[in-house]
Antibody
Framework: EVQLVESGGGLVQPGGSLRLSCIASGFTFSSYSMNWVRQAPGKGLEWVSYISGGSSTVYSADSVKGRFTISRDNAKNSLYLEMNSLSVEDTAVYYC???????????????WGQGTQVTVSS | QSVLTQPPSASGTPGQRVSISCSGGSSNVGTFTVSWYQQLPGTAPQLLIYNDNQRPSGVPDRFSGSKSGTSASLAISGLQSEDEADYYCATWDDSLNGRVVFGGGTKLTVL
């Protein structure tokens, strides 16, 4: 069974930093691209960042570019999101989500973690 | 303002068929396949439809997807109370260097 478990969220002051983690199990982690997706309170889903299985390709949304860094450690089946210069607009539940190839079709976000809450407030 | 436009709300009675639209443009829905996600209250989203109209194993055949041009739709037939949830469409966008974009979401209420 595919499991994704996020951790590292919490309350941080504006301008502060936080590091989120996502531990994967139930599949060969290194073979899958991974993402971070966030959801602000009462709002919709927003893709944040993407990393390929071997970490060679990384993308980030313009809203977090230069502040957030996605990375992974395949030996530890772990995905990370380093968040710096946080602002109140970054307050959200952060989900890690796996991409998958189903047959010939590339499917974004086929599995999701339960999310971790990040609150930026003074 | 989302790149993909969904109605903010939809509703139906048990047993009815409801449809949720997802309108985009030539750089996203018109070019790439669309996925749909269901988010039950208080839970993480889950994949409902991929490749415009394919259901992952375990998703009931009451859920179906379609696409025409720059618009996609999710249809739910035989509506059940447990279908009350938020629904999101998503696809890639060429004008955003191939990043994934989501619709704003549609809250489905079962009356």
């Amino acid at each position: 069974e595919v499991q994704l478990v996020e951790s590292g969220g919490g309350l941080v002051q504006p301008g502060g930093s936080l590091r989120l983690s996502c531990i994967a199990s139930g599949f060969t982690f290194s073979s899958y691209s991974m993402n971070w997706v966030r959801q602000a309170p009462g709002k919709g889903l927003e893709w944040v960042s993407y990393i390929s299985g071997g970490s060679s390709t990384v993308y980030s949304a313009d809203s977090v570019k230069g502040r957030f860094t996605i990375s992974r450690d395949n030996a530890k089946n772990s995905l990370y999101l380093e968040m710096n210069s946080l602002s109140v607009e970054d307050t959200a539940v952060y989900y890690c989500a796996r991409d998958r190839l189903i047959g010939n079709y590339y499917v974004p976000f086929d599995s999701w973690g339960q999310g971790t809450q990040v609150t930026v407030s003074s | 303002q989302s790149v993909l436009t969904q109605p903010p709300s939809a509703s139906g009675t048990p047993g009815q068929r409801v449809s949720i639209s997802c309108s985009g443009g030539s750089s996203n829905v018109g070019t790439f396949t669309v996925s749909w996600y269901q988010q039950l209250p208080g839970t993480a989203p889950q994949l409902l439809i991929y490749n415009d109209n394919q259901r992952p194993s375990g998703v009931p055949d009451r859920f179906s997807g379609s696409k025409s041009g720059t618009s996609a739709s999710l249809a739910i037939s035989g509506l059940q109370s447990e279908d009350e949830a938020d629904y999101y469409c998503a696809t890639w966008d060429d004008s955003l260097n191939g990043r994934v974009v989501f619709g704003g979401g549609t809250k489905l209420t079962v009356l």
